[in-house]
């Protein structure tokens, strides 16, 4: 293997440091379709990276010298919750000053953002999954009790 392969050590571990300490979970419904499941993680991690809070580690080349681009360098451990209950971890993390995105029937049934804000300022909205980011401890006091989603 030629020294090439391990250019991105030092970028990574640089990453890694970066991170250290923090904690990030996406909280599903447990009881979604495997549809709006996938939908439901996919718009939360991209409100995550968009909002900085996932780094993108370093490009990286495998085995045959392929390269790849960088992905997340973060864990995002996906857990299920019953919808009664994801209002509560919501506001428990957001009581602990953690960085909340949530998706929401507002947001599920709007075409345009402009339609979303009007929905989520005029109708009683129900979460569909929550994801929280911040100091590993404070993260792990609220979901760590939680299943991983199966």
Known sequence: ????????????????????????????????????????????????????????????????????PGIGAMPLPILAASSTELPELRRKAQDSGLLVVDFNTAARDSRTYPEYEHKLANEQVSYLGIAMHGPARAVTSIAGNLKSLR
């Not at 250019?7 to 419904?29: F, M, P, S, Y």
């Not at 993680?41 to 490009?59: C, N, R």
């Open 1 to 68: 293997m030629s020294s090439k392969q391990y250019q991105g050590t030092d970028a990574a571990h640089a990453v890694a440091e970066a991170i250290a300490g923090t904690r990030c979970v996406l909280v599903v419904d447990e009881a979604l379709p495997p549809w709006l499941t996938a939908n439901t993680t996919a718009v939360l991690s991209v409100a995550l990276g968009a909002h900085g809070m996932i780094p993108l580690g370093p490009d990286t080349v495998d085995f045959n010298g392929e390269k790849h």
